[in-house]
Every structure is written in structure tokens, then in C-alpha cells.
């Protein structure tokens, strides 16, 4: 029995399949494919004697096919300077064609600081649109890679919700409005934009007709907790038993708008990008390296409980530097 099983182990057909198949003839391909059931596609490939790469191809575009978003109706283009061409969701579209909404396009995104940076003009709005953007670019590349952790089509909607959402409660000026003005008038008063944010996205769900909206793509009222929650995590401390409501099975998920674990999170990157490109200074932090490499792995949280947590490679750490030094130059 054992020079049977020996044998079976260096059969050429036991040692094909810990083969790398792009090193694979054409014969091999046309051999497994038949033996699959494929024979009308071992066919195609007999004629051209092509293996090897061509599967390679054929794995990318199944793949592409797999990841790539449907255009649906309502859904809008947007021609932004720092990320191209962006495609947003009908319900996202909804969303910004409200007043509320539309008056962060009068909103300095860096304040004050225009009048010493000529260039900074860009507004709350654009910022907005870029973090929804790169929200649902880093769920969707994690969905992709990983579909073990069950991101559904409607995690994905809800990250981009609280991307698009997360800047709402901003006043004039920005940060020096919750940071200087509000702190005086009444003083020693916490109050923070996060806070108007979740409670404009209220305000326009009850009176611009966002309800019908949202029950369209059947986000429910769990789905609305968690995208207040993704806007602003401080929410779980009022909870008795201190976890979230809306997606307590994905923690990770409240990782990628506001990140309070670590500040690696995707409405730094595209202020980082964006603030550097208005100013005019140099911006070492690439955060297409960090979609790229972003990993879902169980890791030690802040009770010394195993959990899901974002992660990104080793040789990655001296890149995390340079995003923290540009966050300390801006």
C-alpha cells in the first residue's frame, strides 16, 4: 500500500497540479480541460497551440468580469482632478443633489488657509465625492480578494454612504468653526461636525424623501446605524455593552472612513492628495499601495481579544511613515 500511494505522489498528473499552469503546453491544457468536461474549449485551444499565458489572461478577465460594477440607472459621472473619472450610485447621486449637500460646495475644505494659499480653494463638496470614491474602491478590492468575509453589495453601498456623508456637518471655514468658534459660543461646549453630520443625514432622510430612496436599495434602519457609525465610531461608548449595531461581524468595516484604531483611513488619503495638489507640496504618500496590499486578518483589538482587523504588508511600514510625516506637514 505504501509503494502504492508512493507511486500515486509522483504520478506526472499528482505533480500537474502543484504545477505553475502558465508554464503548461498546449497538449497539457487541452488533456485537463477534456478530462473537466471543457472538451468544446480544449477545441479551441488545440488549432493555436497556446497554453501557458493565455490561461493567465483568460484567470484576469474572469476576473475583471467578477469585480466589475454595473452601470445603473441614475448612477453619474464625475470628472474629479485628483482621482479621474469617478461613477457614483443613484442612491449616492440622491444624496448630493440635496441642499444640504450642496452646500459644501461653498465650504473651504482648508479654510483660512486660502488667504495665504491662493491654490487651496477646493471645497468640502469635491473632498466628499473623493472619499466616497476611494471608500468603495478599498471595500470592493477586499471584497474581491477575500469573499470569505462576506462583504455584501450592500456593505459596499453603506461605506460609500458614510464616505460621501462623513464631511456634512462642516460650517464655515471648516475645522476652525467646531475647533475655535463653536468651543466659545456656549464655551467648554464638546460639540464636533461629526455629530451635524449624522444629524443633517437625519434631517434630509425625513425631509428631502431619502426614505423612499433608501428603501429602493433596501438599506433599512440598521443599515442607516451603521452608517452613522462608520461616520462617527465614538457612537459604540454610549452602547451598554460597548460594540456596534450595525455590522458588529465585520469590524473591519468601520476601518476604512473613519479609522479610530490607527488613522489609516481613506478620508486622509484623498485630503493628503488633494490638499498637496491645491498647495502645491510635494506628496510622497501613494494610497493606491494601500489598496493594493490591504488585508483583512484577525489580529489582537483593544481588549486583547482576537479580531478582524485591516492590515497591510511588513515592508508596507516605511510607506505608513511617510503618510503619517505628510499628515504632520499638512
Same mark, same amino acid.
Given at each position: 500500500?505504501?509503494?502504492?500511494?508512493?507511486?500515486?505522489?509522483?504520478?506526472?498528473?499528482?505533480?500537474?497540479?502543484?504545477?505553475?499552469?502558465?508554464?503548461?503546453?498546449?497538449?497539457?491544457?487541452?488533456?485537463?480541460?477534456?478530462?473537466?468536461?471543457?472538451?468544446?474549449?480544449?477545441?479551441?485551444?488545440?488549432?493555436?497551440?497556446?497554453?501557458?499565458?493565455?490561461?493567465?489572461?483568460?484567470?484576469?478577465?474572469?476576473?475583471?468580469?467578477?469585480?466589475?460594477?454595473?452601470?445603473?440607472?441614475?448612477?453619474?459621472?464625475?470628472?474629479?482632478?485628483?482621482?479621474?473619472?469617478?461613477?457614483?450610485?443613484?442612491?449616492?447621486?440622491?444624496?448630493?443633489?440635496?441642499?444640504?449637500?450642496?452646500?459644501?460646495?461653498?465650504?473651504?475644505?482648508?479654510?483660512?488657509?486660502?488667504?495665504?494659499?491662493?491654490?487651496?480653494?477646493?471645497?468640502?463638496?469635491?473632498?466628499?465625492?473623493?472619499?466616497?470614491?476611494?471608500?468603495?474602491? @478599498?471595500?470592493?478590492? &477586499?471584497?474581491? %480578494?477575500?469573499? /470569505?468575509?462576506?462583504?455584501?453589495?450592500? *456593505?459596499?453601498?453603506?461605506?460609500? +454612504?458614510?464616505?460621501?456623508?462623513?464631511?456634512?456637518?462642516?460650517?464655515?471655514?471648516?475645522?476652525?468653526?467646531?475647533?475655535?468658534?463653536?468651543?466659545?459660543?456656549?464655551?467648554?461646549?464638546?460639540?464636533?461636525?461629526?455629530?451635524?453630520?449624522?444629524?443633517? @443625514?437625519?434631517?434630509? &432622510?425625513?425631509? %428631502?424623501?431619502? /426614505?423612499?430612496?433608501?428603501?429602493?436599495? *433596501?438599506?433599512?434602519?440598521?443599515? +442607516?446605524?451603521?452608517?452613522?457609525?462608520?461616520?462617527?465610531?465614538?457612537?459604540?461608548?454610549?452602547?451598554?455593552?460597548?460594540?456596534?449595531?450595525?455590522?458588529?461581524?465585520?469590524?473591519?468595516?468601520?476601518?476604512?472612513?473613519?479609522?479610530?484604531?490607527?488613522?489609516?483611513?481613506?478620508?486622509?488619503?484623498?485630503?493628503?492628495?488633494?490638499?498637496?495638489?491645491?498647495?502645491?507640496?510635494?506628496?510622497?504618500?501613494?494610497?493606491?499601495?494601500?489598496?493594493?496590499?490591504?488585508?483583512?486578518?484577525?489580529?489582537?483589538?483593544?481588549?486583547?481579544?482576537?479580531?478582524?482587523?485591516?492590515?497591510?504588508?511588513?515592508?508596507?511600514?516605511?510607506?505608513?511613515?511617510?503618510?503619517?510625516?505628510?499628515?504632520?506637514?499638512?
Amino acid at each position: 500500500m505504501d509503494a502504492q500511494k508512493s507511486g500515486d505522489e509522483s504520478s506526472p498528473k499528482k505533480a500537474r497540479l502543484n504545477e505553475d499552469y502558465s508554464k503548461w503546453d498546449a497538449g497539457t491544457l487541452e488533456e485537463e480541460l477534456k478530462e473537466k468536461g471543457f472538451d468544446d474549449v480544449a477545441e479551441l485551444f488545440q488549432p493555436k497551440k497556446k497554453a501557458g499565458n493565455t490561461l493567465k489572461r483568460i484567470e484576469e478577465f474572469i476576473e475583471t468580469i467578477k469585480t466589475r460594477r454595473l452601470p445603473l440607472k441614475g448612477q453619474k459621472v464625475f470628472n474629479d482632478p485628483i482621482h479621474g473619472l469617478i461613477e457614483l450610485h443613484p442612491l449616492c447621486v440622491k444624496i448630493i443633489d440635496t441642499p444640504e449637500f450642496q452646500r459644501l460646495r461653498f465650504l473651504k475644505q482648508l479654510g483660512t488657509a486660502y488667504f495665504v494659499y491662493p491654490g487651496a480653494s477646493h471645497n468640502r463638496f469635491e473632498h466628499s465625492l473623493g472619499v466616497c470614491h476611494l471608500a468603495g474602491r @478599498l471595500v470592493r478590492a &477586499i471584497k474581491s %480578494r477575500q469573499p /470569505d468575509l462576506g462583504i455584501t453589495d450592500k *456593505d459596499v453601498l453603506c461605506v460609500e +454612504i458614510a464616505g460621501l456623508c462623513h464631511d456634512l456637518g462642516h460650517g464655515p471655514f471648516s475645522h476652525l468653526f467646531d475647533r475655535e468658534f463653536i468651543p466659545k459660543v456656549p464655551p467648554g461646549t464638546p460639540w464636533e461636525h461629526e455629530q451635524a453630520s449624522i444629524a443633517l @443625514l437625519d434631517y434630509m &432622510i425625513e425631509k %428631502r424623501n431619502l /426614505d423612499s430612496e433608501f428603501e429602493k436599495y *433596501d438599506i433599512t434602519e440598521f443599515d +442607516i446605524t451603521f452608517i452613522k457609525e462608520q461616520i462617527r465610531p465614538e457612537m459604540k461608548e454610549n452602547y451598554d455593552d460597548g460594540k456596534f449595531k450595525g455590522r458588529p461581524d465585520k469590524p473591519f468595516l468601520y476601518e476604512i472612513v473613519a479609522n479610530k484604531r490607527n488613522g489609516i483611513d481613506v478620508d486622509k488619503w484623498d485630503y493628503f492628495a488633494r490638499d498637496c495638489y491645491m498647495l502645491g507640496i510635494q506628496n510622497n504618500f501613494d494610497h493606491n499601495r494601500c489598496i493594493h496590499f490591504a488585508r483583512v486578518l484577525d489580529a489582537k483589538g483593544d481588549s486583547d481579544e482576537m479580531e478582524k482587523q485591516i492590515c497591510t504588508r511588513e515592508k508596507e511600514a516605511g510607506h505608513l511613515y511617510d503618510m503619517f510625516y505628510t499628515r504632520y506637514m499638512l
